[in-house]
């Protein structure tokens, strides 16, 4: 998608990402390139005779080809920053944020954390088949907390979650994905965290759970250092966010404050 042109001042390429001293950087992104391979994606149409052609031309393996998801993305985030993410479907930004968690390996440029990052996806591991009340004890003890404290936080992440009253005692393969995303959420937030990154998670949430979840993260801004929030809903992040980068086939067209660069944004692409 050709969309306007960048408001990031250039960076001549051998020149490192520039860090304000005064402030405590806590995410060092430098010129930073994430490459897929994909596996099976030769430009054939994925076809019985395709894979015929392969075998009696033993070609065992299929052709790959790469996606070149990052091109280049360089930003600093400093202690207290919450940084929204925006732009269009497959811009890049869940990619990003699995760079910063350490998740994907950079092809090349870099990716610096002080202090451990925590990823907290629409997908994040819950036990399924167990009872909400079982995976906030068994997501407090995995977050690092001792069994006194997840003792003391339980009844502040049941609160938070606002489930329906009982389905605490339910497995979460009953649970909606609303439901779900809400004690994922929660389960995380009763932890500070050095680097928070939330992807969507708070997408299926009502207004009365979105409210909580604001204060919840200006709350973790404080105590924690960064948190990095992925999300499509625009009020959302200009409402939590102090600051927001857009992202566009993979390299970033504004980074700054959050009003100016969702109405830049949203006169660009017409959302
Ligand atoms: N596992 C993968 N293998 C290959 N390509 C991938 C993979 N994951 C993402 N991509 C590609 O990388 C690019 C960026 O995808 P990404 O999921 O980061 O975008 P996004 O902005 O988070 O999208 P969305 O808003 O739809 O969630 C896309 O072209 C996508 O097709």
Redesign the pocket.
Known sequence: MGVAETKQRPRPVDTPVQIDQSRNPIVVVDDLHIV???YGAGGERGSGASALLRVLKRQNRPQTTE?H??KGVSFVAYKGDAIGII??????????L?AIAGLLPPHTGGVYTDGQPSLLGVGAALMKDLTGERNIILGCLAMGLSPEETKGKYQEIVDFAGLKPGFIQYPMNTYSSGMGARLRFAIAAARTHDVLLID?ALATGDAKFKRRSKAKIEQLRKDAGAVFL?A?QLDVVEETCNRVLW?DD?KIIMDGDPHEVISAYTEATGK
């Not at 732009?87 to 990003?96: F, H």
């Open positions: 897929y391979k994909v996606v998801a990052v732009g269009t479907n497959g811009s890049g930004k869940s990619t990003l699995k969507e992925v499509h992202l993979g």
